[in-house]
């Protein structure tokens, strides 16, 4: 398995979750609003450090940011063990990320409403991060078949 190749995989999953979650929010009143909930968490984590909040613009910048670097890290793992099974290893870590953004909220202490609102948004909230291990599996494939 080459880090390189598993770390582009990542992105493209990471890439596409977040541009499918931009364009959903846009259309849907349903959609999640998992940019909120890392607006939150992030702004809960600085309120205990007793660090100043930045400004609205900023804290979203860091958040999107954060996203990226950390959904890019989890789905590299679909290149676990090379092109084997890699599509049902990004299907289990989309699923799995997924039902972590529904079920992990509340227990967190973080607002639930942003991916829990409704059915329609705890659905569209697990397909978004399902989507995203997918297309991570599927871009570290063709990567590999060069």
């Known amino acids: 398995m080459s ?23 846009q259309i849907s009143p349903d959609a999640p609003r998992m940019d909120l ?13 007793d660090t100043e909040e930045p400004p609205k613009d900023t804290l979203y910048g ?21 092109k084997r099974k890699s599509l049902l290893k990004g299907a289990l870590l989309g699923l799995g990320a997924g039902l972590g953004a529904v079920l992990l909220p509340k227990p967190l ?21 399902l989507i995203g291990g997918l297309v991570s599996a599927a871009t570290y494939n063709v990567i590999n078949e060069k």
């Open 37 to 49: 909930l890392g607006m939150n968490a992030i702004s809960k984590l600085l309120h205990k450090t």
């Open 62 to 82: 860091i958040t999107m940011a954060g996203d990226i670097i950390s959904n890019t890290l989890y789905y590299s793992l679909t290149a676990m063990g090379g």
């Open 109 to 129: 202490g973080l607002n639930e409403s942003y991916s829990n609102r409704t059915r329609q948004t705890q659905i569209m909230t697990v397909a978004l991060y």
């Open 3 to 25: 880090i390189v190749k598993a770390l582009e995989g990542g992105l493209a999953g990471a890439v596409t979750l977040t541009l499918v979650h931009q364009a959903i929010k």
